[in-house]
Structure formats: C-alpha cells, structure tokens
Nanobody, 119 residues
Framework: QVRIVESGGGLVQPGGSLRLSCGFS????????MGWHRQAPGKQRDHVAV???????NYADSVKGRFTISRENDKNTVHLQMNSLKPEDTAVYYC?????????????WGQGTQVTVSS
C-alpha cells in the first residue's frame, strides 16, 4: 500500500508564488519518476512536470521558466515551486509517481490540491 500526502495549495494573486509538496510512503521498494499533473474545470488532466531519479526534468511548455520541480530521494518527496503564477494556472494539482511495490510496478496518484490564481 502506498500512502500519499500532498500539501501547499491555496489562493494566490497573479504574479505570486506557491510551493507544492508530495510525500510517498508505505511498502515501496523503489521510485523512478515523480511528477505533477493538473486539471482545470471542464478540461482534461495535463502533464505539468516530471523528474527522474537521476534528476533530469521535463516541463510542459506553458510552465517552462516559471515552475521548478525537485525531489528528495531519501524522503520519497517531490516539490513543485510555482512562480509568476497566472490565472490560467488555476487547477487541481495531482502529484504522481512510478513505484515498485509488493505486487509489482504501478503508477500512484495523490488526492489533488487546489491552486487558485485570482485577484
């Protein structure tokens, strides 16, 4: 069983910053990728950023230069630093990971945290 705890969402004005965090725990043998997706009302869930175990990253074009993903391997934790936020960044943000657990490999999702960018 994988336990996932997300934190850091909230309301922020345009141009502001937020930092999201997500911790994975439980019967985990190893974790490869960690990432974030987001889903705005009425839209599909989209990739935001991903970070591999070696630290290599990939970002959606819409967040490049504004968001930074990082991870702490010893704590199975991933962060998303979001700067210069825009109203169009408003969405529910979901962390996720590819993990090896008892029973095999799987992709695990957090419960989601709301980010609202509004004046």
């Amino acid at each position: 069983q994988v336990r996932i705890v997300e934190s850091g969402g909230g309301l922020v004005q345009p141009g502001g910053s937020l930092r999201l965090s997500c911790g994975f725990s439980g019967s985990i043998f190893s974790i490869t990728n960690m990432g974030w997706h987001r889903q705005a009302p009425g839209k599909q869930r989209d990739h935001v950023a991903v970070i591999a175990k070696d630290g290599s990253t990939n970002y959606a074009d819409s967040v490049k230069g504004r968001f930074t993903i990082s991870r702490e391997n010893d704590k199975n934790t991933v962060h998303l630093q979001m700067n210069s936020l825009k109203p169009e960044d408003t969405a529910v943000y979901y962390c996720n990971t590819d993990a090896a657990v008892v029973g095999g490999l799987g992709k695990y999702w957090g419960q989601g945290t709301q980010v609202t960018v509004s004046s």
